[in-house]
């Protein structure tokens, strides 16, 4: 009922500018199914193997990015990253979430919060020994970085949203 939220905030479908509109249950389904969606194509995938899984998990990834009815005008990707990072390695996504928190905690930009866990992700997965996922998600995180160009031009400048305002 608040209109069309490419028209709001940033512009962007993810769930950290739906919340920009005050309604937070929309904003929790945002997230809830953009990470859904990244762990079922890999779940799915992975009934065929893990390079499916892979392949599934990513191709989730760049169509939440680049959907065609949207125009290829899609999201950031982060919570498809880590729906899928779930899917995949739930040990990966559990360093996700605990880092994201904390950063979000300190910081209160959530843009922030999302580069500084999608950089240390693939170092993480290295280190716990799913060398195939590292790579995957090194990827992965480029593009996420890349995707928040903006972000980090307005983190660097002082004038990033914070969380909770709208």
Same mark, same amino acid.
């Given at each position: 009922?608040?209109?069309?939220?490419?028209?709001?905030?940033?512009?962007?479908?993810?769930?950290?500018?739906?919340?920009?509109?005050?309604?937070? *249950?929309?904003?929790?389904?945002?997230?809830? &199914?953009?990470?859904?969606?990244?762990?079922?194509?890999?779940?799915?995938?992975?009934?065929?193997?893990?390079?499916?899984?892979? &392949?599934?998990?990513? #191709?989730?990834?760049?169509?939440? &990015?680049?959907?065609?009815?949207?125009?290829?005008? #899609?999201?950031?990707?982060?919570?498809?990253?880590?729906?899928?990072?779930?899917?995949?390695?739930?040990?990966?996504?559990?360093?996700?979430?605990?880092?994201?928190?904390?950063?979000?905690?300190?910081?209160?930009?959530?843009?922030?919060?999302?580069?500084?866990?999608?950089?240390?992700?693939?170092?993480? &997965?290295?280190?716990?020994?799913?060398?195939?996922?590292?790579?995957?998600?090194?990827?992965?995180?480029?593009?996420?970085?890349? *995707?928040?160009?903006?972000?980090?031009?307005?983190?660097?400048? #002082?004038?990033?949203?914070?969380? #909770?305002?709208?």
């Amino acid at each position: 009922g608040l209109g069309d939220v490419r028209n709001i905030g940033s512009g962007n479908i993810g769930a950290t500018n739906v919340l920009r509109t005050g309604n937070k *249950k929309l904003a929790a389904a945002t997230l809830l &199914l953009d990470m859904l969606k990244g762990t079922v194509a890999a779940l799915l995938g992975a009934m065929a193997g893990p390079v499916f899984a892979m &392949l599934a998990g990513f #191709g989730a990834f760049i169509g939440h &990015l680049y959907p065609i009815w949207l125009n290829f005008k #899609g999201g950031k990707g982060v919570a498809t990253y880590l729906g899928v990072l779930l899917g995949l390695a739930w040990q990966g996504a559990l360093v996700f979430a605990v880092i994201w928190i904390a950063m979000a905690a300190v910081f209160r930009y959530s843009s922030l919060s999302a580069l500084v866990a999608t950089a240390i992700v693939p170092v993480a &997965l290295y280190v716990l020994g799913h060398e195939q996922l590292a790579i995957l998600f090194s990827v992965m995180s480029i593009i996420v970085i890349v *995707k928040h160009r903006a972000n980090i031009t307005r983190l660097l400048a #002082g004038t990033e949203s914070k969380i #909770g305002s709208k």
